[in-house]
């Protein structure tokens, strides 16, 4: 069967429900057989059956008259398998069966009259719903879940927790961890807080449906749907976009799976010799460049746009969703919601059988309206991801230049600083996310001494913070979050993974540092600039200083900008000859200042003087100086 995905991008599969009836579409090409199974309750055995019927697309087709709201089904193939339908958008409790329901009904309680603020600059902050409330410090009403992310007046010993703690701190995104369907975990809530019942999602079920174990009652279709909603809604309440973190790169099942059962060798990638393809490194690729498949991948992100008010989509391992597939998907979500981002992983778990000019690696994003992370500019911070090499901010003064192309916005800023983007758009800056070894946990194992850890720390805080590009950070990471080392917790539970507001009070001061970055980054209004052009015109490094000094100056309307960094643990002083290096003689300056108050990392600025006048000074660096 030969079709485009433009041939079909306007059928509407799934259960479309209306009150009168609802019609049920399922792809499924090579089956000759499927039974549509209903009854009021998943529990039951015996179901009532609909013989389906099969189009020229490959379709198979029932309406059912009579109002079906509250209502279970699935599909029955060749009289041997039974599956859920891909296209659900509710499901029972642990995903036995799909759901029907009406979406409208539920949405009339569901106005939300929030309008987003235009946004001058983006600021992502990655975080779990269960993780982020389920201690009971986070003094939430519904612990590690959606409802439990909505409340946004929660404290512990005076300092705000939950939702209050995120619009604080000042960030734009919250990107969520799975929060579709995913199969992993039992979604009862009486083993909601197990240890061992306990998983990030990246093991997906049904794409279009919610996670039940996130919502207060998941045996209702609907209350893990209204939840969801108020969530969002108390969100967008604070000002802040909603991003969601989709696994369209692989499934959990393979063999078993509703797409193999209905559609066998259509929706995964296979070797020549029939095996199937694993660049996600887990078993299994979705093949995103069939129609069927793309569209399917298209329809979602859609479907979550419209009726979930989705302001985002973060792709895992985004180099196996074929690059064709992502620019349909953009265009298309920008006719739903201009402002919406899409950015993900420029690399795979494995090696695939996707051909390669499709494949989204580092540089493939270069003006195609999408971002992707900068492992470059993270591994040049503080070194690898899990292992004990050093970064710059830990000594290795020779990545000099690898910081500088990261400050930058890692576009081609000259023929000494090449980086891998158009402009700065394109970068996701960040030193770590959910994987890995979280930041504070990589410093504490790759120094020999933890004496200058707080203001190592700080230093990649400021790197983030000030450079061109997205600036992304993770849970936890503003308080020296700790996870005792361990490098993948997807499944550790949440005594590894979960949020402890007690370390807000104790690291209270590099939170507010972090808040105070976030702070300084809005006002000084420059690092919002994205075209390379504008840059390059506006940015200039500093020449001729010692490696472990790095130094610019953004020259923006009125005012100019000077940013110093210093990483070595000595005291460096600004002589009159390291002076003029750094500040021209027809400078005026008067005052060197900061909004973080006093800084730890060792630049002695006493000897700055003779100057009378500047709009913006920026020191980072500077021991004791309270600005």
Known sequence: MSISYEEIKDIELGAIYKKEYTDFRVFSPNRDKINLLLCDD????????????????????????GDLDGYFYSYLVENKYEVTDPYSKASSINSIMSAVVDMEEINSRYKSNYSLPDLKDIIIYELNVKDFTANKNSSVEYRGKFLGLSQSNSYYEGVKTGLGHIKELGISHVQLLPVYDFISTFEEDYKFFDEDNYNWGYDPELYFNIEGSYSTNPYNPKARIEEFKTMVDSIHKEKIRVVMD??????????????????????YRKNPDGTYSNGSGVGNELASEKPF????????????????????????????????????????????????????????????????????????????????????????????????????IQGDFSLKTQIEIGIAGSIDYDCKRMGFADDAREVINYF?????????????????????????????????????????????????????????????????????WKDKIHNLSTYTYVKSLIELRKELNVFNIYKSSLIKSKLK???????????????????????????SSSEVKLNKTLRDNIFS?????????????????????SNIENFEKISVNVYIGGEGNEL
């Not at 989709?246 to 929706?267: C, M, Q, R, W």
């Open 585 to 605: 003689k027809d400078d005026i300056v008067r005052k060197v200042f900061s909004k973080m108050g006093k800084i730890n990392n060792k630049i002695n600025v």
């Open 432 to 500: 770590n996310c959910h994987d890995n070894l979280i930041y504070y946990d990589k410093l504490r194992i790759s120094l020999t001494s933890e004496k200058n850890i707080e203001e190592i720390s700080r230093l990649g805080f400021a790197l983030i913070f000030l450079s061109f590009g997205t600036p992304f950070i993770y849970e936890g990471n503003e308080f020296n979050n700790s996870k005792q080392n361990n490098r993948n917790s997807y499944n550790a539970g949440l005594s590894i993974n979960g949020i402890d």
């Open 541 to 567: 490094f500093i020449e001729g200083l010692d490696d472990n000094l790095i130094s610019y100056t953004i020259e923006d309307k009125n005012k100019r900008i000077y940013v110093v960094f210093n990483a």
């Open 293 to 392: 498949v793309r569209k399917l991948i298209i329809d979602c992100l859609k479907f979550w746009a419209k009726e979930y008010k989705i302001d985002g989509f973060r792709f895992d391992l985004m180099a196996l969703i074929d690059i064709d597939t992502i620019k349909i998907a953009l265009k298309e979500l920008k006719e739903i919601n201009p402002n919406i981002i899409i950015y993900g992983e420029p690399w795979m778990g494995g090696t695939s059988s996707l051909a390669l000019d499709k494949q989204i690696l580092i540089g493939r994003q270069r003006s195609n309206g999408f971002a992707v992370f900068n492992n470059r500019f993270r591994d040049a911070i503080k070194g690898n991801n899990d292992g004990y090499s050093k970064g710059y």
């Open 42 to 65: 998943y529990r039951k055995v015996r179901k009532n059956s609909y013989p389906m019927k099969k189009n020229k697309n490959g379709v198979f087709e029932y309406r059912y008259y």
């Open 246 to 267: 989709v696994v369209f790169n692989h499934t959990f099942k393979t063999k078993d799976s509703n797409f193999e059962i209905l559609a066998p060798g259509y929706y």
